[in-house]
T-cell receptor, first 113, second 114 residues
């Protein structure tokens, strides 16, 4: 158990809908990272937050947004969902220093029908 | 220039054998190279990592070999066990500025047969 929690574990929704994925980092970790894992794209970095501030952005679609709250939990919002958004979404937490390990949560499996 | 190429896609090894997975990168700004292990239904977990100032790092049965001039690094699993059967991902990032944006390889599915 990495200490990172993600909810929900599974999510089934329809095209055009909006969903929110939630992540609680390990105690003491200030950074939260979001990744998408799909069969065709592999594991892709989406976005990083550190202590409430956006730090780095990857291949995150404009339909996707994220935020980190004062209690350090983070939410990833996916809107106008398309079939191709079906994937595993992982949250990872860590610090900001050099060689900081990223601890991954169990993921949220999203299925868009 | 952000790509990390990983091979092979899948690997079958007999128990007690050596598993070798290779990765190559293009971006010379990368300065952190971790390997992650992922079991079905679980998130990736850090296995071992290396910085480019050393050519080899060993932790138990797992060894990373790093060749800076060739921009290649590899994972060796000695005395492979059935419990090592999982998907392995190499990754790379540049830690400058505190951004630890991991760029992952495509993954290698390892099966260790008893």
């Amino acid at each position: 158990d990495s200490g990172v929690t993600q909810t929900p574990k599974h999510l089934i929704t329809a095209t055009g809908q909006r969903v929110t994925l939630r992540c609680s980092p390990r105690s003491g970790d200030l950074s939260v990272y979001w990744y998408q894992q799909s069969l065709d794209q592999g594991l892709q970095f989406l976005i990083q937050y550190y202590n409430g501030e956006e730090r780095a952005k990857g291949n995150i679609l404009e339909r996707f947004s994220a935020q980190q709250f004062p209690d350090l939990h983070s939410e990833l919002n996916l809107s106008s969902l398309e079939l191709g958004d079906s994937a595993l979404y992982f949250c990872a937490s860590g610090g900001l220093g050099v060689q900081e390990t990223q601890y991954f949560g169990p993921g949220t499996r999203l299925l868009v029908l | 220039q952000q790509q990390v190429k990983q091979s092979p896609q899948s690997l079958i090894v007999q128990k007690g054998g050596i598993s070798i997975i290779n990765c190559a990168y293009e971006n010379t700004a990368f300065d952190y190279f971790p390997w992650y292990q992922q079991f079905p239904g679980k998130g990736p977990a850090l296995l071992i990592a290396i910085r480019p100032d050393v050519s080899e790092k060993k932790e138990g049965r797992f060894t990373i070999s790093f060749n800076k001039s060739a921009k290649q690094f590899s994972l060796h699993i000695m005395d492979s066990q059935p419990g090592d059967s999982a998907t392995y991902f190499c990754a790379a990032s540049s830690l400058a500025g505190g951004y630890n944006k991991l760029i992952f390889g495509a993954g290698t599915r390892l099966a260790v047969h008893p």
